[in-house]
């Protein structure tokens, strides 16, 4: 994907993030607000908005997850396992 593809699916995904915080979920997103990260940092690598995508993919996932009339489990472990996949370079420990 394009950088700009990259933040436009970030823009998306923020708003489902805002659907499950505002919602009736209250649910809440720490892992991607450490990030510091958002759609409108465009002068933020596309490794760091990709992570930033795979990370918020995963929480949106486990948000899923714990609605028991669906059965998003195995789609928060792969996200998971995609975010750590993508990690940019200067962001590894």
Request: proline share 4%; aromatic share 8%.
């Amino acid at each position: 994907m394009h950088k700009e593809e990259l933040i436009h699916l970030h823009t998306l995904m923020v708003q489902l993030k805002r659907y499950f915080e505002e919602g009736r979920c209250n649910k809440d997103f720490p892992g991607y607000e450490s990030l510091q990260i958002s759609p409108v940092h465009v002068h933020r690598s596309k490794a760091e908005h990709k992570h930033a995508i795979f990370v918020l993919g995963n929480e949106l996932a486990r948000a899923m997850e714990e609605d028991e009339f669906s059965g998003f489990g195995r789609t928060s472990v792969r996200m998971q396992e995609l975010a750590n996949h993508c990690i940019p370079p200067m962001l590894k420990v």
